[in-house]
């Protein structure tokens, strides 16, 4: 926001009955400005030093309602690691605990680097176990940090960069650029860069809120994040062929296989994701003895990390992605699930809440348990040329195939779109590769019936 010059003071109110009763009152640009204290001699000073500086001819950020002076002065004593505190402290109670384990990974990767320029801590992994276990994590802060962490909180607190300098552009690069590499110096992900510099990115505009800028820096800034590809590669994603040998592997293995056999089954027949898969309650699936059935989706569960939650539970319920707190979905199954569905239960119950999958001792299915089943299952179905491929090498990639195989079906994109939980800019993003396949069927059942349309019209009259 640009500063100005429009400030009008208005006389000290008193107010009887508060702690600071003497207010000082002013507008910038037609905003209004206050600040209150304890006596009228300490309003009055106050009042005179802010009048001083119009009459100095300094402009006032309308946002803060602070003269051009004392916010250089406020910028040059913050600094960055306080500001990123400061976010996360304020962010913390409304956000759940994977959101604010993310945040707190972007905000540690890009916290060391907004330091002095040649200033490195001589143990960097133990600085940054510091900044994002301790700094990053307000669960934490109820106990001192142990010392060795002490020690690098202390370097970076004198170290880190004042919020003023970070309008510069070289050290906002230097910043993001820390963004595309892990702490061993090896390249970052590009969707784990592109998550990071979200997280930063809202510590900016927060910092905005608060005045300790007049714009956002990152805005307009010559920047270039790595690319994300999004598109599934059609050469990972198996066909319905391969879906069930894959299957049918995981049924045969011992100890979790046939725990898991119809768990995998709704990650392809229902386009289910894993955490919904593990949310699947009895009292949401309609599953009748022929025919298709339909279940209702309400959530899933996420990991989150007992440090990162408020109750100290690893896991945490979520609503569905990118939906309402009470949204749900409902999914048509084929029978084919249908039947894996009633014979799970049958042969296994449910859990003591209804959840039809769970462990040995009742509790939630684990990623490592079920990614460590899928692996033996690919080992035992797959061929060396299938392996070569990277075909299935993850358990989502099942979800991928079942929407997939639903395009190349003749589904409406919409409906694909709909019952697998996502945007339909998503699913174009997603499976492009797979939609042009839809669109040439659909453009071959459009030009037979245009042929026999033609075919059964009589040729128009061309004598006049």
Known sequence: MVLSYKVR??????????????????????????ESFLTRG????????????????????????????ELRALRQRTTWYAVAREYMDTRWDRTPGSTRRTIAEGL??????????????????????????????????????????LAALDWLESKSLPIGELEDPDVLRRGLDALCRK?????????????????????????????????????????????????????????????????????????????????????YYAGMRPAEVIHLRKSQCRLPSTGWGLL??????????KEWTDDGAVHETHSLKRRAAKATRPVPIPPVLVRMLRNHIDR??????????????????ETSAYCITWGRAREAALTLDEHALNLAKRPYDLRHAGISFWLASGVD???CARRAGQSIQVLFRYYAKFLAGAR???NQLIEESMNRWEGSSSPPDETG
């Not at 907004?114 to 301790?134: H, I, M, N, Q, T």
């Not at 930063?200 to 920047?223: D, K, M, S």
């Not at 209702?296 to 990390?305: D, E, F, Q, Y």
Request: hydrophobic content about 40%.
């Open 9 to 34: 003071f208005w006389e000290i109110r008193e107010r009887s009955g508060r702690a600071k009763a003497f207010d000082v009152r002013w507008t910038v640009n037609g905003r209004e400005k206050s």
């Open 42 to 69: 300490l309003a009055d000073s106050r009042r005179a030093k802010l009048m001083s500086a119009a009459r100095d001819g300094e402009p006032f950020d309308p946002k803060t309602g602070l003269p051009a002076s």
């Open 108 to 149: 540690a990767t890009i916290t060391v680097a907004f330091v002095e320029k040649g200033a490195v801590y001589r143990e960097p992994r133990v600085l940054r176990r510091a900044v994002y276990s301790w700094a990053f994590n307000k669960n934490a802060w109820a106990r001192e940090p142990r010392a060795e962490w």
């Open 183 to 267: 702490l061993d110096g090896t390249v970052a992900a590009a969707k784990t860069t592109k998550r990071k510099r979200a997280a930063v990115n809202e510590v900016f505009v927060e910092a905005v809120e608060r005045g300790y800028f007049t714009y956002n820096p990152l805005i307009g800034l010559r920047w270039a994040a790595p690319e994300v590809d999004d598109a599934v590669d059609p050469d990972c994603v198996p066909n319905p062929i391969q879906v069930a040998r894959l299957l049918e592997a995981v049924r045969r293995l011992p100890g979790r296989g046939p725990h898991l056999y119809a768990f995998f089954g709704c990650l």
């Open 296 to 305: 209702n989706l309400k959530g899933g569960i996420v990991t989150a990390g």
């Open 348 to 365: 296994f119950g449910v859990a003591a809440d209804g959840r039809i999958f769970q462990n040995e001792a009742g509790n939630y299915i």
């Open 413 to 415: 994109p919409a409906e």
């Open 440 to 442: 040439d069927h659909a």
